[in-house]
């Protein structure tokens, strides 16, 4: 057995052991818990990630706040959540891809996005989602094949987007029974949410939702339906009294930026008991895309400006998907973090690069890691040295013209196709627009720090 075997089965068991460590007292076991994970800890092993934890225990700061949090959650989802993130998905999971994708020389996915179905009970502004198609669904036995493939190449995370997932209810029920090793969320508008569904969360322990908003009701209605934000509300509140740990998910736009970015809601999504947050940038996806939903670049540095300084105060977990390029090393799509497959089953880079060149159906995951579209984004992210210019589409358009060019990769949209000349003269103007702001940024913030 090799060293480096060796110390990953310490810390597999010394991980499993202190997880169990800290169902007794966690508020005085978690002090003790840093201690003996520093100790068995390689050089360079989540080294960040684990300073983080330690300040915050020793500040007893908002991030504490958030690890206490987690102990009002229902213990069984708690102890298989925790099971499967830290141990399977990121110990585990990350040895068996880093080998992988050094043995192959390709991106293998910590996390992959699937659409079960096109279809959706909603029609929400500036959405591109029904437009597929509700025609358009992957059979049980495709996911199960998604899942299990996935698995053999490390990945334990996957996420159902759409479309409406949960119109799938029973075969993600089934999905998260034949794989409780694996961690499943979906992003669901929220409305198709009930007890019975909640009795299932709680009972199969490894399935939790990031519900859509928008802001509060006046801009979040305006999205996505009259009457939306109260039926959400209650939703969120139905989970919290089931201790059902979820999410929230928002979208920024020229027109939410005030409601999003607030004290006020992030004090309401504590409040209804969220523990985490994502938050992506609009994107121009769709030939009917509506560009005045792009936010300017004083409202994009704000909402950047307000998050940072909500994770400093608030306890709840915050993703920004479009600035916190330098955390992630740039754009993770492509396979270096995600793959998104649609519900026609088209492997995509990102959930919102509508473009492909091999399709689950024919293709399996490794050989669409290795075919030419996904080999051109490992080949060459990051897309920039300015990690507040992380997309190949977004802020760097011409990266994202000359892939598709160069890959025969083909658009997947079935109703309202569009070329990526198309796509890209929507973003051009964005990435002029944002490239100011985007330098003076790092150069301030990053580069006079280093």
Same mark, same amino acid.
């Given at each position: 057995m090799s060293t480096d075997t060796i110390k990953h089965v310490i810390q597999y068991r010394t991980m499993i052991k202190a997880m169990t460590y800290l169902e007794d007292n966690p508020e005085e076991n978690i002090p003790k818990l840093? =201690? !003996?994970?520093?100790?068995?800890?390689?050089?360079?092993?989540?080294? *960040?990630?684990?300073?983080?934890?330690?300040?915050?225990?020793?500040?007893?700061?908002?991030?504490? /706040?958030?690890?206490?949090?987690?102990?009002?959650?229902?213990?069984?989802?708690?102890?298989?959540?925790?099971?499967?993130?830290?141990?399977?998905?990121?110990?585990?999971? @990350?040895?068996?891809? $880093?080998?992988?994708?050094?043995?192959?020389?390709?991106?293998? &996915?910590?996390?992959? +996005?699937?659409? &079960?179905?096109? #279809? %959706?009970n909603m029609k929400c502004k500036g959405c591109w989602a029904s437009k597929y198609g509700n025609h358009m669904n992957l059979k049980y036995d495709v996911m199960d094949s998604i899942v299990n493939q996935g698995k053999h190449l490390g990945t334990y995370i996957y996420l159902f987007t759409g479309g409406e997932p949960l119109l799938r209810k029973k075969d993600i029920i089934r999905l998260c029974e034949e794989h409780p090793d694996c961690m499943f969320m979906a992003f669901t508008n929220g409305t198709l949410?009930?007890? =019975?569904?909640?009795?299932?969360? !709680?009972? +199969?322990?490894?399935?939790?939702?990031?519900?859509?908003?928008?802001?509060?009701?006046?801009?979040? /209605?305006?999205?996505? *339906?009259?009457?939306?934000?109260?039926?959400i509300r209650d939703k969120m509140e139905m989970m919290k009294e089931y201790r059902i740990p979820f999410g929230v998910s928002t979208c920024y736009t020229s027109q939410n930026i005030d409601d999003v970015s607030s004290d006020e809601y992030y004090e309401m999504m504590i409040e209804s008991g969220a523990f985490?947050?994502?938050?992506?940038?609009?994107?121009?996806?769709?030939? /009917?895309? =509506?560009?005045? +939903?792009?936010?300017? &670049?004083?409202?994009?540095?704000?909402?950047?400006a307000n998050i940072q300084k909500y994770r400093r105060? $608030?306890?709840?977990?915050?993703?920004?998907?479009?600035? =916190?390029?330098?955390?992630?090393?740039?754009?993770?799509?492509?396979?270096? $973090?995600?793959?998104?497959?649609?519900?026609? @089953?088209?492997?995509?880079?990102?959930?919102?690069?509508?473009?492909?060149? %091999?399709?689950?159906h024919e293709t399996s995951l490794l050989d669409a890691y290795r075919k030419p579209l996904f080999m051109a984004y490992h080949d060459r992210q990051p897309f920039n040295e300015n990690m507040f210019k992380p997309c190949p589409m977004l802020e760097n358009p011409e990266c994202i013209e000359d892939i598709i060019r160069n890959t025969d990769?083909?658009?997947?949209?079935?109703?309202?196709?569009?070329?990526?000349?198309?796509?890209?003269?929507?973003?051009?103007?964005? #990435?002029?627009?944002?490239? /100011?702001?985007?330098?003076? +940024?790092?150069?301030?913030?990053?580069?006079?720090?280093?």
């Open positions: 840093m =201690d !003996l994970i520093d100790r068995i800890s390689s050089e360079g092993w989540f080294t *960040g990630q684990r300073d983080a934890f330690r300040k915050a225990i020793e500040e007893k700061n908002n991030w504490y /706040d958030l690890i206490l949090r987690v102990y009002e959650i229902d213990a069984g989802i708690r102890k298989r959540s925790l099971q499967n993130f830290i141990i399977n998905a990121t110990l585990n999971g @990350g040895v068996l891809q $880093k080998t992988l994708s050094e043995e192959y020389n390709c991106n293998i &996915p910590w996390a992959i +996005l699937f659409d &079960p179905t096109a #279809a %959706c949410i009930d007890d =019975d569904f909640c009795e299932e969360m !709680l009972r +199969l322990k490894n399935l939790l939702v990031a519900i859509s908003m928008e802001g509060f009701e006046q801009a979040n /209605d305006a999205r996505r *339906g009259k009457g939306t934000y109260q039926k985490f947050v994502w938050f992506f940038h609009y994107m121009p996806v769709g030939s /009917d895309a =509506d560009t005045g +939903l792009l936010p300017n &670049p004083a409202q994009r540095e704000k909402m950047y105060t $608030k306890p709840i977990f915050t993703i920004d998907f479009q600035n =916190d390029g330098k955390y992630a090393g740039g754009c993770i799509a492509g396979g270096r $973090k995600y793959i998104h497959i649609n519900a026609n @089953g088209d492997i995509e880079p990102c959930a919102f690069i509508h473009y492909s060149d %091999c399709n689950i990769a083909i658009n997947t949209d079935t109703v309202h196709p569009e070329t990526i000349e198309q796509l890209c003269s929507k973003t051009k103007p964005y #990435a002029k627009a944002w490239n /100011d702001t985007a330098e003076r +940024l790092w150069t301030e913030i990053f580069e006079k720090k280093e």
